[in-house]
Nanobody, 122 residues
Protein backbone atom coordinates (compact mmCIF):
# COMPACT_ATOMS: atom_id res chain seq x y z
CA UNK A 1 0.00 0.00 0.00
CA UNK A 2 1.37 3.39 -1.03
CA UNK A 3 0.78 6.33 1.26
CA UNK A 4 0.46 9.86 -0.16
CA UNK A 5 1.06 12.95 1.94
CA UNK A 6 0.24 16.44 0.66
CA UNK A 7 1.59 19.78 1.85
CA UNK A 8 1.60 23.42 0.82
CA UNK A 9 -2.02 24.48 1.00
CA UNK A 10 -3.12 27.74 2.58
CA UNK A 11 -4.80 31.09 2.13
CA UNK A 12 -3.80 33.43 -0.68
CA UNK A 13 -5.25 36.49 -2.38
CA UNK A 14 -6.57 36.35 -5.91
CA UNK A 15 -3.73 36.66 -8.39
CA UNK A 16 -1.27 35.06 -5.99
CA UNK A 17 0.60 31.77 -6.12
CA UNK A 18 0.90 28.59 -4.10
CA UNK A 19 2.89 25.42 -4.56
CA UNK A 20 1.51 22.05 -3.47
CA UNK A 21 3.71 19.02 -2.91
CA UNK A 22 2.92 15.34 -2.52
CA UNK A 23 5.29 12.57 -1.51
CA UNK A 24 4.58 8.88 -2.09
CA UNK A 25 5.89 6.13 0.17
CA UNK A 26 6.43 3.80 -2.79
CA UNK A 27 6.92 3.73 -6.53
CA UNK A 28 4.03 4.75 -8.80
CA UNK A 29 3.90 5.52 -12.50
CA UNK A 30 1.50 8.44 -12.46
CA UNK A 31 0.92 11.07 -9.83
CA UNK A 32 -1.60 13.84 -10.11
CA UNK A 33 -3.98 16.24 -8.46
CA UNK A 34 -7.73 16.49 -8.11
CA UNK A 35 -9.78 19.07 -6.24
CA UNK A 36 -13.18 19.33 -4.61
CA UNK A 37 -14.99 22.53 -3.74
CA UNK A 38 -17.87 22.51 -1.21
CA UNK A 39 -21.05 21.10 -2.71
CA UNK A 40 -19.36 19.92 -5.91
CA UNK A 41 -17.95 16.70 -7.31
CA UNK A 42 -14.23 16.07 -7.21
CA UNK A 43 -12.60 17.19 -10.44
CA UNK A 44 -9.34 16.47 -12.21
CA UNK A 45 -6.60 19.11 -12.18
CA UNK A 46 -3.41 17.60 -13.61
CA UNK A 47 -1.33 14.42 -13.89
CA UNK A 48 2.28 13.53 -14.69
CA UNK A 49 3.41 10.12 -15.91
CA UNK A 50 7.16 9.53 -15.60
CA UNK A 51 7.22 6.37 -17.73
CA UNK A 52 5.85 7.95 -20.89
CA UNK A 53 7.14 11.42 -20.05
CA UNK A 54 3.83 13.23 -20.38
CA UNK A 55 1.72 15.68 -18.42
CA UNK A 56 -1.94 16.55 -18.80
CA UNK A 57 -3.71 19.59 -17.36
CA UNK A 58 -7.41 20.35 -17.16
CA UNK A 59 -8.54 23.19 -19.42
CA UNK A 60 -9.64 25.20 -16.39
CA UNK A 61 -6.05 25.45 -15.10
CA UNK A 62 -4.01 25.29 -18.31
CA UNK A 63 -1.58 28.17 -18.51
CA UNK A 64 -1.87 28.91 -14.78
CA UNK A 65 -0.98 25.62 -13.07
CA UNK A 66 2.03 23.43 -13.81
CA UNK A 67 2.57 19.88 -12.59
CA UNK A 68 6.05 18.50 -12.19
CA UNK A 69 7.43 15.22 -10.93
CA UNK A 70 10.68 14.17 -9.27
CA UNK A 71 10.95 10.43 -9.91
CA UNK A 72 13.96 9.92 -7.67
CA UNK A 73 12.10 11.38 -4.69
CA UNK A 74 8.64 10.00 -5.59
CA UNK A 75 7.16 13.47 -5.37
CA UNK A 76 4.83 15.55 -7.47
CA UNK A 77 4.39 19.31 -7.21
CA UNK A 78 1.66 21.59 -8.45
CA UNK A 79 2.72 25.19 -9.04
CA UNK A 80 -0.41 27.34 -9.02
CA UNK A 81 -0.17 30.89 -10.37
CA UNK A 82 -2.77 33.57 -11.06
CA UNK A 83 -5.09 31.96 -8.55
CA UNK A 84 -8.79 32.76 -8.68
CA UNK A 85 -11.48 32.48 -5.99
CA UNK A 86 -12.98 29.60 -7.97
CA UNK A 87 -9.77 27.63 -7.39
CA UNK A 88 -10.75 27.37 -3.73
CA UNK A 89 -11.05 23.68 -2.88
CA UNK A 90 -9.52 20.76 -1.07
CA UNK A 91 -6.73 19.47 -3.30
CA UNK A 92 -6.04 15.74 -3.33
CA UNK A 93 -2.94 13.96 -4.52
CA UNK A 94 -3.59 10.74 -6.44
CA UNK A 95 -1.35 8.02 -7.81
CA UNK A 96 -1.66 5.07 -10.16
CA UNK A 97 0.36 1.89 -10.39
CA UNK A 98 -0.66 1.30 -14.02
CA UNK A 99 2.15 2.14 -16.47
CA UNK A 100 0.11 4.08 -19.03
CA UNK A 101 -2.11 6.22 -16.84
CA UNK A 102 -2.47 9.78 -18.13
CA UNK A 103 -6.16 10.39 -17.60
CA UNK A 104 -8.69 12.54 -15.80
CA UNK A 105 -10.74 9.51 -14.73
CA UNK A 106 -10.76 9.02 -10.97
CA UNK A 107 -11.18 5.28 -11.23
CA UNK A 108 -7.74 4.99 -12.82
CA UNK A 109 -6.04 6.06 -9.61
CA UNK A 110 -5.26 3.55 -6.89
CA UNK A 111 -4.03 5.73 -4.04
CA UNK A 112 -5.26 9.01 -2.58
CA UNK A 113 -3.96 11.50 -0.06
CA UNK A 114 -5.95 13.11 2.73
CA UNK A 115 -6.20 16.46 0.98
CA UNK A 116 -4.94 19.98 1.62
CA UNK A 117 -7.09 23.11 1.70
CA UNK A 118 -6.47 25.93 -0.75
CA UNK A 119 -8.45 29.13 -0.19
CA UNK A 120 -8.27 32.06 -2.58
CA UNK A 121 -9.76 35.32 -1.34
CA UNK A 122 -11.12 37.97 -3.67
Amino acid sequence: QVQLVESGGGLVQAGGSLRLSCVASGRTYSMGWFRQAPGTEREFVAVANWLIGRTYHADSVKGRFTISRDNAKNTVDLQMNCLKPEDTAVYYCAASRAPGTITAAEKAYDYWGQGTQVTVSS
